[in-house]
Nanobody
Framework: QARLVESGGGLVQPGGSLRISCAFSGRSLDYYALGWFRQVPGKEREGVSCISSGRGDTKYYQDSVKGRFTISRDNNENTVSLQMHSLKPEDTAVYYC????????????????????????WGQGTQVTVSS
């Protein structure tokens, strides 16, 4: 059965860096657009960054993470990663990865809005805490 599994979360000081990854098992990642989302208690889940299928030529970033976060995918390893720099306390959240069939994508930016999409697969989430 296909599934996504996140790893790499943890505690980091403000200004620090962290890399979280998501491994896809059970089928090829190549045909899916992928995204990273985050959620804090009492708030809606929000899209952080998304990447197109295949080579990942198109990327979208939420304004608050532009210039600090980088999304990447490795179809050979069946993984998607989020490199995070200059972390802030407001980045603290549970981070989830998700996959959506490329045939159902209108744009990578649109795909990154969880209030307007359903996704084929979700990971279980990994906690990222930014605190001194």
């Amino acid at each position: 059965q296909a599934r996504l599994v996140e790893s790499g979360g943890g505690l980091v000081q403000p200004g620090g860096s962290l890399r979280i990854s998501c491994a896809f098992s059970g089928r090829s990642l190549d045909y899916y657009a992928l995204g990273w989302f985050r959620q804090v208690p009492g708030k809606e889940r929000e899209g952080v960054s998304c990447i197109s299928s295949g080579r990942g030529d198109t990327k979208y970033y939420q304004d608050s993470v532009k210039g600090r976060f980088t999304i990447s995918r490795d179809n050979n390893e069946n993984t998607v990663s989020l490199q995070m720099h200059s972390l802030k306390p407001e980045d603290t959240a549970v981070y989830y990865c998700a996959a959506k069939d490329r045939a159902l994508i209108t744009s990578v930016q649109a795909m990154c809005d969880p209030s307007r999409n359903t996704y084929d697969f979700w990971g279980q989430g990994t906690q990222v805490t930014v605190s001194s």
